[in-house]
């Protein structure tokens, strides 16, 4: 039975998982980067291509300044701790989202290790950083109304494949499958265009309880699902 080739997942409940055990937000987000190697080996043992992990959303910047700042160091660290497993495993950095906007040291890591991994096959893991899938629609349709202006494109011509190939996702095929962790049931602006016949799957659990048997589950469970892309 084929894995599903491309899987998206928001990273739910760190924040409330640190809470129930009287720690720090930002030790629930340090347990929940950790939880990313797991479930990364387990994409690749089953077989996975591509996996987007929403890391960091645009409005997330609303927190607090410690939790932000954080969050930046605890991805330099990520990404310093993580390099030698994703050479081992043969993973793909590569991220979605308006990532200059970033501090510069995470810039540069970001750069080095998505440079050191170019080459890798097993999978490809998609950070999803500074994203918003409302400004990335905005950003392919202003791209396409500055060619329709300049006479480079027939705006009779525009199709549903016009929009995606402008998309920070252009060279990715579309989720089959999105989990979301934390039991929470909204996109909450993640890839509102290309989730469009993903199927979806909601587990209670936070993040960084997501374990690889729930993954194994999740998987089990789009096996289940019937998949007509609007036919019969």
């Known amino acids: ?52 992990l929403y890391a960091f959303s645009t409005e997330n910047w609303k927190r607090p300044d410690e939790e932000v700042n954080g969050l930046w160091l605890l991805l330099g660290h990520f990404l310093e701790l993580e390099l030698p497993t994703m050479m081992k495993n043969g993973i793909r950095l590569r991220t979605i989202g308006r990532t200059h906007e970033l501090p510069e040291e995470a810039q ?54 016009t929009i995606g190939a402008r998309l920070y996702t252009s060279e990715y095929p579309e989720p089959d499958l999105l989990i979301r962790t934390s039991g929470e049931m909204r996109l909450s602006n993640f890839m509102l265009w290309q989730l469009s016949y993903a199927e979806f799957y909601i587990t209670q659990k936070f993040w960084p309880d997501f374990g690889k048997e729930d993954l194994r589950a999740a998987v089990a469970e789009f096996h289940k699902r019937e998949r007509r892309f609007g036919g019969i």
Request: with cysteine; charged share 25%.
């Open 1 to 52: 039975m084929t894995s599903p080739r491309h899987i998206a997942i928001i990273m739910d409940g760190n924040g409330r998982w640190a809470k129930e055990r009287g720690l720090p937000r930002l030790k629930g987000h340090e347990r929940g980067a950790a939880n990313v190697r797991p479930i990364t080996e387990e994409c690749v043992a089953q077989g996975v291509e591509f996996l987007t």
């Open 108 to 161: 540069q890591k970001l750069a080095s290790t998505i440079a050191a991994t170019a080459e890798n096959k097993a999978l490809t893991l998609i950070l999803a950083l500074n994203y918003s899938s409302r400004i990335e629609i905005a950003d392919a349709a202003r791209s396409i109304a500055e060619d329709a202006k300049s006479g480079a494109l027939d705006p009779a011509t525009i199709t549903p494949d």
